[in-house]
T-cell receptor, first 111, second 110 residues
Framework: GEDVEQSLFLSVREGDSSVINCTYT??????LYWYKQEPGAGLQLLTY?????DMKQDQRLTVLLNKKDKHLSLRIADTQTGDSAIYFC???????????FGSGTRLSIRP | DAMVIQNPRYQVTQFGKPVTLSCSQT?????MYWYQQKSSQAPKLLFH???????NEADTPDNFQSRRPNTSFCFLDIRSPGLGDAAMYLC?????????FGSGTRLTVV
């Protein structure tokens, strides 16, 4: 079946790196996503990675994929107060296929 | 510019009174989705339209219906809202190059 799991909370100090982890069960997943959701807002796509890649970097964001272990991580360098949000890991079998979301990791920033 | 627009942003409805949420898109995407997101939970897919073909998820309650009169618009109808239906409802569209989400409608049932 399809399942995506994440830890619920992460607290980091401002300026440090944040690493949010995710595991998924469906080995046929083709796309793996990270979405950000601020309070009361919709979902904002941060980045995605194809299953045939093992790393993708985009400015402060680094995504690592271990396909063998079905493990995905999102690293946010130099974490700022504006990064405070819920981060959802998600997977799909295609760019127009339904997306299965994890339960989200709430990232809080301490001064 | 907003490309997937959901109206209204906040909706209050009475217990048992039918309510309709709307979604429109300017992207000409052929697939439209409705997700339900309860507080502190993952978004859950209710159904989607692939062009005019309606696809219901197996565990979507019968209380929830959808209409897609044309490519641009999709509606979510809740026939008899219960307190447990209070949630954020997210519309999304996709074509070959990925998803776009709307900002959501937060539904309160009183």
């Amino acid at each position: 079946g399809e399942d995506v799991e994440q830890s619920l909370f992460l607290s980091v100090r401002e300026g440090d790196s944040s690493v949010i982890n995710c595991t998924y069960t469906d080995s046929s997943s083709t796309y793996l996503y990270w979405y950000k959701q601020e309070p009361g807002a919709g979902l904002q796509l941060l980045t995605y990675i194809f299953s045939n890649m093992d790393m993708k970097q985009d400015q402060r964001l680094t995504v690592l994929l271990n396909k063998k272990d079905k493990h995905l991580s999102l690293r946010i360098a130099d974490t700022q107060t504006g990064d405070s949000a819920i981060y959802f890991c998600a997977e799909s079998k295609g760019s127009a296929s339904k997306i299965i979301f994890g339960s989200g990791t709430r990232l809080s920033i301490r001064p | 510019d907003a490309m997937v627009i959901q109206n209204p942003r906040y909706q209050v409805t009475q217990f048992g009174k039918p309510v309709t949420l709307s979604c429109s898109q300017t992207l000409n995407h052929n697939v439209m989705y409705w997700y339900q997101q309860k507080s502190s939970q993952a978004p859950k897919l209710l159904f989607h339209y692939y062009d005019k073909d309606f696809n219901n998820e197996a565990d979507t309650p019968d209380n929830f219906q959808s209409r897609r009169p044309n490519t641009s618009f999709c509606f979510l109808d809740i026939r008899s809202p219960g307190l447990g239906d209070a949630a954020m409802y997210l519309c999304a569209t996709s074509r070959d190059n990925g998803y776009t989400f709307g900002s959501g409608t937060r539904l309160t049932v009183v």
